[in-house]
C-alpha cells in the first residue's frame, strides 16, 4: 500500500486518503489510559472512538469520552444487531467496539486508535484486519502487580482476577508488530509516536 503524508497535520496515510486502524493493547494495568494521554497529543491525526461497556465508570471518566457506559441490555441489542467490530468479556465486563465510529474516523481521513483487551486484539487479528498491532508492556510482571494493587480501582475479587489473566496477557506480546515497554510514560508516549508516524499497517 502506498503511503502520502497529509500537509493538512504530517500524519503518514494510504493514497485512497482513509485514515487508518491502529491498535494498541496490552495487560491490565499497564497504563494504557496514562500513555495515551500524552501519546494523542504528539500525533495529531490519530483519533479513538471511545468502546462501548457494561462495567461501571470509575473515578475520573467520562461518559461517552472515555468510554460509553451501557447496561447489559443495550449491550446484548447492539451486539445482536451487528453494530460491534468486536467484542470481549474482560474480567466480568462486557467491552465493545463500534463499527460506525471506527469508520466515521477512517472515513474522514483520520486514524482510529483502538484500545481493546488482548482478547479483542486477536479477535481483530484473527478477521484478518489490516491493522497495525502495538503492545504496551510492563518493565516486569512484579511492577505490573504492584500498579494493580497501588492504583485501588477494583475490588479484591476483581485484583485477583486480573492478577490471574496477566500472564496470559503477557505472553501474547510475542505475535504484535511492536511492543513497547512502559518503563516511563514519556518515554513510551515518544516510542509509540515514533512507529505511528512511520509505520504501514500489515495485515497479519
Known sequence: MALARSQRDGAVR?????????????????????VLAELLPLCPSVRRPPAYTTRLPRPGEVDGRDYSFVDLVTFQAMESAGDFLETALVHGNHYGTSRERVEAIRNDG?????????????????????????????????????????????????????????????AAASWYQHVVVNDEVSRAAGALAEILNTSEPTAR
Not at 494510504?14 to 489510559?33: A, F
Not at 479477535?123 to 511492577?143: H, N, T, V, Y
Not at 480501582?153 to 496477566?166: F, G, H, K, M, V
Request: hydrophobic residues 40%.
Open 110 to 170: 483520520y486514524d482510529a486508535l483502538l484500545k481493546p483487551d488482548v482478547q479483542g486484539a486477536a479477535l481483530l487479528r484473527d478477521a484478518g484486519l489490516d491493522a497495525l498491532f502495538l503492545f504496551l508492556a510492563p518493565p516486569s510482571p512484579e511492577a505490573l502487580l504492584a500498579r494493580l494493587e497501588q492504583r485501588g480501582t477494583e475490588t479484591p475479587e476483581e485484583l485477583a482476577i486480573r492478577t490471574q489473566d496477566a500472564a496470559r496477557e503477557l
Open 14 to 34: 494510504s493514497d485512497s486518503g482513509r485514515g487508518r486502524l491502529i491498535v494498541l493493547s496490552g495487560p491490565s494495568g499497564v497504563g494504557k489510559d496514562t
